[in-house]
């Protein structure tokens, strides 16, 4: 009944494939993954990628005899409903392992995982952290497929037999067992979610996931009293409660978007993104739900009247598949988030076979629309056989999507599978015997992973040592010595170690010493660390200045702004806070200086204001610049933050 088109069955595909699927995975921790801390921290923040359940969420930190430091149950922390903290004891020096658990407010998905880090020592185990989401239950995707079905049949019931045929059919059991297939459906969605979080179903009921349940359940109850009136009444009742239950269903769909991703969306696509998707259920529905109840209604229908309404319904389902499709490829692209992901992850394989599937009934719908439809008088066999095949592939392809809403799309990446790019040295010695290339992970001050590559010079074959020594000095900073550290080989013919001899920013020398016997041979390097990436949340205002509020390690903020933020004099504020909001005490003035990109920087002076309060004047011109801060804090160390900022007239 549908012209067979590539792109509407690709982005058809994708969007039934995307409608509803992501997990609350870790997108940020505070402290980092691996990361030393020269001050024990007085809580681990962790952000999300979806905002999580705070009830049903567990964070233990662990020392390294296993015992829990933390303080105080997890919390959300005020004004961030994606991030939780939980608050820790005193911390001795040593390695700490944070092991967590949470489920999505949004969908009631189960996600957890672990990362470690060090209070005065480098975590030597160096473990990437793994954010893990167990594969959906067998009840978590029969549930969402009989909710899928179920609402499907009514909605497209309910605009199939009130508009393409004269008079609506007599079939009350087509609209019963939708109505019974999406309420079983939603029963065993919640059993399924109860158990897969291993909580009672009284617990979930009383959650923010059970009060998306209930505000899903109540339209659904409509629709069920809606199809009794309809069984029970005559032609005019009968119609008016059809399309009354067709409401219903399509007010729980509303819902089921409400209490899902779309509605996560940030401001301003909040409305935009709801609309969109619940336009995409409401027009799936309509076209498999619609075919569904147009073959149930045509054997009783005269064959002038069956024409008409098979007619009917290819214009609208043509209508409804254009919807499918502007709605679908939007959620495709920012879901599946690159071409590559429809090859290399399991989410992406899956909707792949959901296309093959979906090119499968265009190819069927082509059949029926140029061959079946014209001859649905004389022989309307074809057309329903062929049209059942389709609507049999229709509910496979939804028990597809219902298991594909328990995947992670690509986009949900945690933070900590990136690999960073490394920084990279090369170079070769005086008499040009061998090349060394150097590459420093993740090349920001303080922990590194360090592996080096040696090759004959004209040859580019691998070269044998015994070791590689690498000694570390800072040209501009001449009261830090030298630091060395060794590199042993691997069995890949690389050369590999940890160490934290990169402590500041900014240039560093390096000696390599390519330790061969009587060949010995040294190779000089240059390397320069890259500005550690930070979390900057601005905040805007009408008339007020803007303000940065910058992470720091360990937990905490620096808030700085500058008045009135023009070109011209200027006052920059920075006030630095713990992760309860108070302010941390600075014994000593910090530093600030400015720099336009690429400039030389131009220290400020700074007078205090309070306790961690600080304040430095400046005359910028507009354009663009830098700005780094270093305070030291009570406990001993320093706090180093950069930020960049813009001025226009």
């Known amino acids: 009944m549908r012209r067979p088109a590539l792109a509407l069955a690709l982005a058809g595909i994708l969007g039934i494939a995307v409608s509803a699927s992501a997990h609350a995975l870790l997108r940020q921790s505070n402290p980092a993954n691996g990361a030393e801390v020269t001050r024990a921290p007085d809580a681990v923040t962790m952000s999300f990628t979806e905002r999580p ?17 933390e ?12 991030t939780l903290m939980v608050p820790l004891g005193p911390l001795p020096t040593g390695v700490y392992t944070v092991s967590w658990r949470t489920v999505s407010a949004v969908d009631g998905h189960v996600t957890g995982g672990a990362f470690s880090f060090g209070v005065g020592q480098t975590p030597t185990q160096g473990p990437a952290a793994q954010a893990t989401s167990p594969p959906p239950s067998a009840g978590y995707i029969v549930g969402r497929w009989l909710f899928y ?42 059993a399924a979610q109860a158990a897969d979080d291993g909580i009672g179903i009284g617990q979930l009921l009383s959650s923010g996931l059970g009060q998306s349940l209930w505000w899903r359940a109540v339209p659904v109850i409509l629709a069920g009293c809606a199809v009794v009136a309809a069984a029970r009444g005559g032609c005019g009742v009968r119609r008016r409660a059809i ?30 993104s709801v609309a969109a998707q619940w336009l995409h259920l409401l027009s799936v529905g309509a076209w498999i739900g619609g075919l569904a109840a147009l073959l149930v209604a045509l054997p ?80 309307p066999q074809g057309l329903v056989r062929v049209g059942a095949t389709e609507v049999a592939i229709g509910v496979i392809v939804l028990g597809i999507a219902a298991y594909l809403t328990g995947l992670a799309p690509p986009r949900y990446t ?48 691998p070269v044998d040592a015994a070791r590689i020594d690498l000694t570390f000095t800072k040209p501009d900073r001449s009261d830090i010595g030298p630091s060395t550290l060794t590199l042993r080989r691997r069995p890949d013919g690389t050369y590999q170690a940890d160490g934290a001899n990169l402590s500041l920013e900014g240039a560093w020398a390096v000696s390599a010493l390519i330790a061969q016997g009587v060949r010995s041979t040294t190779v000089p390097l240059s390397l320069t660390t890259r500005i550690p990436p930070e979390t900057i949340h601005t905040i805007t205002a009408p008339g007020q200045p803007t303000l940065y509020n910058i992470d720091l390690p360990g937990g905490g903020t620096l808030g700085t702004y500058l008045d ?56 910028l011109g507009a354009g663009t610049w830098n700005l780094e801060f270093t305070a030291a804090p009570a406990g001993g160390g320093t706090i180093d933050t950069h930020l960049q900022v813009r001025l226009v007239r």
Do not use: C
């Open 300 to 379: 009783g229908v005269s064959g002038g009247d069956a024409l008409r309404a098979a007619r009917r319904f290819s214009s609208g389902a043509a209508a409804a598949l254009a919807l499918v499709t502007a709605t679908g490829v939007v959620r495709a692209v920012y879901e599946v988030n690159s071409w590559n992901g429809f090859v290399t992850t399991a989410f992406g394989r899956v909707v792949d076979i959901k296309v093959a599937m979906l090119l499968l009934l265009a190819a069927l719908g082509a059949v029926n629309r140029y061959r079946n439809l014209a001859a649905l008088q004389r022989a």
């Open 149 to 190: 079905l179920g609402l499907a049949g009514l909605v497209g019931g309910a605009w199939v037999w009130t508009w393409a045929f004269r008079q609506v059919p007599g079939r009350p059991w087509f609209p019963g067992v939708a109505w019974l297939a999406s309420a079983l459906g939603l029963v065993i969605l919640a």
């Open 71 to 82: 303080r105080g149950r997890v919390r959300e922390v005020p004004g961030h409903p994606d």
């Open 53 to 69: 359940d705070v009830s049903f969420s567990i964070v233990h930190v662990l020392d390294a005899g296993g015992r829990s430091v």
């Open 243 to 272: 399309r009354l239950g067709g409401v219903a269903a399509a007010a729980a769909m509303l819902a089921h978007v409400l209490g899902g991703h779309a509605a996560a969306s940030t401001a301003p696509w909040w409305w935009p």
């Open 564 to 619: 009135p933020g023009k070109p011209g004099l200027n006052e920059i504020h920075a006030t630095y806070t713990n992760a309860q909001g108070n302010e941390i005490s600075i014994p000593r003035l910090i530093t600030v200086t400015v720099a336009p990109p690429g400039g030389v920087p131009r220290t400020l002076p700074v007078r205090r204001f309070s306790a961690g309060h600080f304040i430095a004047d400046a005359t």
């Open 414 to 461: 945690p933070a900590s599978a990136a690999v960073p790019t490394p920084v990279v040295a090369t170079g070769h010695d005086f008499g040009t015997s061998v090349r060394l290339r150097l590459e420093v992970t993740p090349g920001t001050p303080g922990p590194n992973h360090f592996t080096a590559r040696v090759t004959d010079y004209d040859t580019g074959r």
